[in-house]
Antibody, heavy 119, light 108 residues
Framework: QVQLVQSGAEVKKPGASVKVSCKASGYTFTSYAIHWVRQAPGQRLEWMGWINAGNGNTKYSQKFQGRVTITRDTSASTAYMELSSLRSEDTAIYYC????????????WGRGTMVTVSS | EIVLTQSPGTLSLSPGERASLSCRASQSVSSSYLAWYQQKPGQAPRLLIYGASSRATGIPDRFSGSGSGTDFTLTISRLEPEDFAVYYCQQYGSPPYTFGQGTKLEIK
C-alpha cells in the first residue's frame, strides 16, 4: 500500500542539527512532491517546505529559510529534512506528506518524528 | 501570509447530531486549494476534503465541505463515535501553506 515511513525520534541539544528521513513505498516516488509539516505541542500544524521528488526543486517557508534543507534520494525513494541551529522552540513532531497532484492537499502522511531539543 | 481562523474552538455534541465547523481566511482562497483534515491523538492528520468540497478517497459521505472566498464550512451530517477528533482547515493557494488552529469536536 501507499505509505511514508519516517525515521525514529531524536533528542538534540540547542545549536545542533537534525535530519529526518521519509521513505516512500507503493507509488512512483518521482511523480509526487513531498512536503514537510511540523506540530509543536498544543500548536497548529506549520508548513516548512517541499521538494519536487522528480527534479529536486525545493521551496521553503520564509520562517525556516536558511535553517532548513530538504533533499531526496531517488534510488532509495526517500526524502530528507534537515533543520539546523536547533532551539527549544523547534521541539515538535515533524511530518512528511505527499501532495495530491493538482489538488493542493496532502493525501498521504508519515506517522511523524518527534524531535526534542533540550540541554 | 493567509491566516485561517477556525470556530468554534471546541464543539460539544452527541453521536447522531450534526456538526458544522467554520474556517475563515484573512484573504480570499481559491476554492481549489482549501482542504480539511481530521487528527486523532497520537496520529497524523487524515485528509477528508480537498478543493473545498471533494471528498478524499474512502471518506464517508456524511462528511461534506462547502464555501468560497474567505468562508468555508465542514459539515458532518450524523456524528459517529469515531468522528470525535480535532479538525483542521488548510490553504494551498499562497505560500506559506497555512493551517487553521483547529476545532476540537468532543462528545457531550
Amino acid at each position: 500500500q501507499v505509505q511514508l515511513v519516517q525515521s525514529g525520534a531524536e533528542v538534540k541539544k540547542p545549536g545542533a542539527s537534525v535530519k529526518v528521513s521519509c521513505k516512500a513505498s507503493g507509488y512512483t516516488f518521482t511523480s509526487y512532491a513531498i512536503h514537510w509539516v511540523r506540530q509543536a505541542p498544543g500548536q497548529r500544524l506549520e508548513w516548512m517546505g517541499w521538494i519536487n521528488a522528480g527534479n529536486g526543486n525545493t521551496k521553503y517557508s520564509q520562517k525556516f529559510q536558511g535553517r532548513v534543507t530538504i533533499t531526496r534520494d531517488t534510488s532509495a525513494s526517500t526524502a530528507y529534512m534537515e533543520l539546523s541551529s536547533l532551539r527549544s522552540e523547534d521541539t515538535a513532531i515533524y511530518y512528511c506528506a505527499r501532495l495530491l497532484v493538482g489538488r493542493g492537499a496532502f493525501d498521504i502522511w508519515g506517522r511523524g518524528t518527534m524531535v526534542t531539543v533540550s540541554s | 501570509e493567509i491566516v485561517l481562523t477556525q470556530s468554534p474552538g471546541t464543539l460539544s455534541l452527541s453521536p447522531g447530531e450534526r456538526a458544522s465547523l467554520s474556517c475563515r481566511a484573512s484573504q480570499s482562497v481559491s476554492s481549489s486549494y482549501l482542504a480539511w483534515y481530521q487528527q486523532k491523538p497520537g496520529q497524523a492528520p487524515r485528509l477528508l476534503i480537498y478543493g473545498a468540497s471533494s471528498r478524499a478517497t474512502g471518506i464517508p459521505d456524511r462528511f461534506s465541505g462547502s464555501g468560497s472566498g474567505t468562508d468555508f464550512t465542514l459539515t458532518i451530517s450524523r456524528l459517529e463515535p469515531e468522528d470525535f477528533a480535532v479538525y483542521y482547515c488548510q490553504q494551498y493557494g499562497s505560500p506559506p501553506y497555512t493551517f487553521g488552529q483547529g476545532t476540537k469536536l468532543e462528545i457531550k
